[in-house]
């Protein structure tokens, strides 16, 4: 699989990676044998990063990711984690001792001396414009907790402000045929500076495999179920913000659009591919299956024009009214 350097990591990893939020919690029981099963179907396909969280199934998917890795030291995975969700979000919160601590239970659950990337959880606004916050984490790199850190976000805004710093590495933020924003500013701006970038929530919490009608349900504990007016969390993590009504008619009229021998939800991927100044998106799976069609989508050829302006006319039409101007 093509490989891309991950900003100031100087890493390459796969232009599809795996996130693994679906592995821990909020996304319905997986079992654990399931679990390893999609990580090492992903690794056969040719997938080398990894990324997830300490709050996901509250460290369960860190360990069954560092389980999976201690098999396959030779897997040649790059883990990608975060932290400060697990807390009250307050941005005094988000200091050296919280930040330590935080690390060594990532370190411990992962079973890592040193974390290969830690992402700022989508913290309150304030602490990506806090001097505080920053050298924290430089001091978590000269500890040797860490190799380097970045951030995920919410908004465009708030990914501008990061980007501006000279340590932070990356940047992980939605980016998907339903969220176009980011193409306007963040990327141009990570090319500049040489920051990866992560994109997450690509299938548009499942909305573009085209699978789904007005009828589907999930279960009571699935986020798609109870978040999707931000009960829980930011609301545009569910569905990218999308009313589900809206995304199932706008799903429809995207997978129309899937070149022969190509599904809905690998064109999906193959369009955040090639975005300039994507380094690798990461769509999450709960079966081998899933894995490796996702993995695929990287061989794919490009997006023809055409294609392309039909992404964006269906994006103005139907999805920009409602989400542009929130994140």
């Not at 990461?282 to 024009?305: C, F, K, W, Y």
Request: proline share 5%; net charge negative.
């Amino acid at each position: 699989m093509e490989q891309r350097v991950l900003g100031r990591t100087g890493r390459p990893v796969s232009v599809v990676g795996l996130g693994t939020w679906q592995l821990g919690a909020d996304w319905g029981d997986v079992r654990e044998e399931d679990a390893l099963a999609v990580l090492d179907a992903s690794v056969e396909a040719g997938v080398t990063l990894f990324d997830t969280a300490d709050v996901y199934g509250d460290g369960r998917s860190e360990q069954l990711i560092g389980r999976y890795l201690k098999g396959r030291p030779d897997a040649g995975v790059f883990v990608a984690t975060k932290f400060g969700r697990r807390a009250e979000q307050r941005p005094e919160h988000y200091n050296l001792a919280n930040f330590r601590a935080w690390a060594d239970r990532s370190r411990a659950n992962l079973g890592v001396d040193r974390l290969d990337l830690v992402q700022l959880h989508c913290p309150p606004t304030p602490v990506y414009s806090t001097d505080e916050v920053y050298d924290a984490l430089d001091t978590l790199v000269e500890e040797g907790r860490i190799a380097a850190y970045g951030v995920s976000v919410e908004t465009c805004a708030e990914a501008l402000t990061a980007i501006a710093r000279p340590g932070v590495a990356s940047v992980q933020i939605i980016l998907n045929a339903f969220r176009l924003k980011p193409l306007e500013e963040v990327l141009p701006a990570a090319v500049a500076a040489g920051v990866g970038i992560l994109a997450r929530v690509p299938l548009a919490s499942g909305l573009l495999s085209g699978r789904y009608t007005a009828r589907t349900t999930f279960g009571a504990d699935d986020h798609r179920t109870y978040n999707r007016q931000g009960e829980a969390f930011d609301q545009g993590e569910t569905f990218s913000g999308v009313d589900f009504e809206t995304g199932v008619e706008a799903a429809a009229e995207f997978a129309a659009l899937a070149p022969a021998g190509a599904t809905a939800a690998q064109t999906a991927l193959r369009w955040i591919v090639q975005q300039p100044g994507v380094t690798t998106v990461i769509p999450g799976a709960r079966n081998p299956e899933q894995a490796v069609a996702n993995a695929a989508a990287a061989a794919l050829p490009p997006l023809s024009d055409s294609t392309l302006a039909a992404v964006r006319a269906l994006y103005d039409t139907r999805i920009r009214p409602t989400v542009h101007d929130r994140w």
